[in-house]
């Protein structure tokens, strides 16, 4: 928070997961779901509690909701929502997630301004101006035990894959880093790898360049449709796709009660994803004459041993997943708090 008490936020709304970083320090990733709250008959008290990743939002028009990970155990099969193939912009998915993002990161808060830096893949860039004037304005939650409401004072849109490459150049104060210069001068490719697709984008001296950037419907899930098929064929196990999704944040699930380690389980089937990937990336990038191919997204991660020997400058920010929400909290705090 800077001394007008105006909370700068990050926030990188993904099909798969929301991540949002904020000024105060707190970082938030949580599925990306939303379903009718229902009251939940019996939880075990035994003094270990798993924490579960989400909250409950009493929302004026939806009815009490259950956003994240609640919403995805929680939710009545078919009642839960994500943002997929909708209105990325209108639906009233966006602002529950982006709500929810703000009650996380801002705990013991009743009420505050807040200046917002968000993301748009690449395909729906054209939507910034809307977005931005669906973010802006009053937000009041009611929450579980409290209420919170934010003033979103200042809404900026950038193409969704730009923020990994802003984490890399700017400081945590939103200054320019001397030590990547040569990213700023230069022609980097970002590759956001996400849920459902993977982004990428061409930057010429801090230029988005939209005729080189592009997107695919590959990511996470694509592998995780794969392990599906694996582990229906060759052991006759049927796991939901979001079951998957944990299991390869995790690295193991559970087959017949033994742990089983993902990789290797289908390690050969995952490199025609990465192969994909490439292959886009050739056809809208001279590649050799890159100086660098950023690699951001959760996706990014689940497939880097199949994606690095690909690209020869890979350049992995140090938190992958959170890279977009990072550059962007970082891009705010340097438009407005005159780094
Ligand atoms: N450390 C990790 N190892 C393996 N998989 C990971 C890791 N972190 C995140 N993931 C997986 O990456 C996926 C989410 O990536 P990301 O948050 O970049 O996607 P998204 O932004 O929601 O999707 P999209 O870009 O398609 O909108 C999830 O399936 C998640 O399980
Ligand atoms: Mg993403």
Same mark, same amino acid.
């Given at each position: 928070?800077?001394?007008?008490? #105006?909370?700068?936020? =990050? /926030? !990188?709304?993904?099909? &798969?997961?929301?991540?949002? @970083?904020?000024?105060?320090?707190?970082? @938030?990733?949580?599925?990306?779901?939303?379903?009718?709250?229902?009251?939940?008959?019996?939880?075990?008290?035994?003094?270990?509690? #798993?924490?579960?990743?989400?909250?409950?939002?009493?929302?004026?028009?939806?009815?009490?909701?259950?956003?994240?990970?609640?919403?995805?155990?929680? =939710?009545?099969?078919? %009642?839960?929502?994500?943002?997929?193939?909708?209105?990325?912009?209108?639906?009233?998915?966006? $602002?529950?997630?982006? !709500?929810? %993002?703000?009650?996380?990161?801002?705990?013991?808060?009743?009420?505050?301004r807040a200046r917002v830096v968000t993301g748009l893949p690449v395909a729906f860039y054209r939507d910034a101006l809307d977005l931005t004037q669906h973010l802006r304005g009053t937000h009041r939650m009611l929450l579980e035990g409290?209420?919170?409401?934010?003033? @979103?004072?200042?809404?900026?849109? @950038?193409?969704?894959?730009?923020?990994?490459?802003?984490?890399?150049?700017?400081d945590e104060r939103g200054r320019m880093k001397t030590s990547t210069l040569d990213l700023v001068e230069g022609k980097v490719g970002v590759l956001d790898i996400g849920s459902y697709t993977t982004d990428m984008i061409l930057v010429?001296?801090?230029?988005?360049?939209?005729?080189?950037?592009?997107?695919?419907?590959? &990511?996470?899930?694509?592998?995780?449709?794969?392990?599906?098929?694996? /582990?229906?064929?060759?052991?006759?196990?049927?796991?939901?796709?979001?079951? /998957?999704?944990?299991?390869?944040?995790?690295?193991?699930?559970?087959?017949?009660?033994?742990?089983?380690? *993902?990789?290797? *389980?289908?390690?050969?089937?995952? !490199?025609?994803?990465?192969?994909?990937?490439?292959?886009?990336?050739? $056809?809208?990038?001279?590649?050799?004459?890159?100086? =660098?191919?950023?690699?951001?997204?959760? =996706?990014? *991660?689940?497939?880097?041993?199949? *994606?690095?020997?690909?690209?020869?400058?890979?350049?992995?920010?140090?938190n992958a997943a959170m890279a977009n929400a990072v550059g962007f909290l970082r891009y705010g705090l340097r438009q407005w708090n005159g780094q």
């Open positions: 928070m800077n001394n007008n008490g #105006v909370v700068t936020i =990050g /926030l !990188d709304v993904g099909y &798969g997961l929301t991540k949002a @970083v904020a000024d105060n320090g707190k970082s @938030v990733c949580f599925e990306s779901r939303v379903a009718p709250a229902e009251f939940i008959r019996f939880q075990a008290d035994i003094g270990a509690p #798993v924490q579960t990743n989400g909250l409950t939002l009493h929302d004026t028009e939806e009815g009490t909701l259950w956003v994240g990970e609640l919403a995805s155990t929680q =939710g009545r099969p078919g %009642a839960v929502r994500s943002p997929r193939d909708r209105d990325r912009v209108n639906d009233p998915i966006t $602002t529950c997630l982006a !709500d929810a %993002a703000f009650a996380m990161l801002l705990p013991g808060i009743d009420t505050t409290r209420s919170l409401t934010v003033e @979103v004072e200042d809404v900026l849109v @950038v193409p969704q894959p730009f923020g990994a490459l802003l984490s890399l150049i700017l010429e001296g801090l230029q988005y360049i939209e005729a080189r950037s592009g997107s695919i419907e590959v &990511g996470v899930s694509t592998a995780i449709a794969m392990i599906r098929k694996v /582990l229906q064929d060759d052991y006759r196990v049927s796991y939901e796709p979001h079951e /998957l999704e944990q299991a390869m944040r995790r690295g193991w699930l559970i087959v017949d009660g033994k742990k089983l380690p *993902l990789n290797g *389980l289908a390690s050969e089937r995952l !490199d025609p994803i990465a192969r994909s990937i490439e292959a886009e990336a050739r $056809t809208l990038w001279n590649i050799s004459t890159l100086t =660098g191919i950023v690699l951001a997204g959760g =996706g990014s *991660l689940a497939l880097k041993p199949w *994606l690095e020997p690909r690209f020869r400058q890979a350049i992995y920010t140090p």
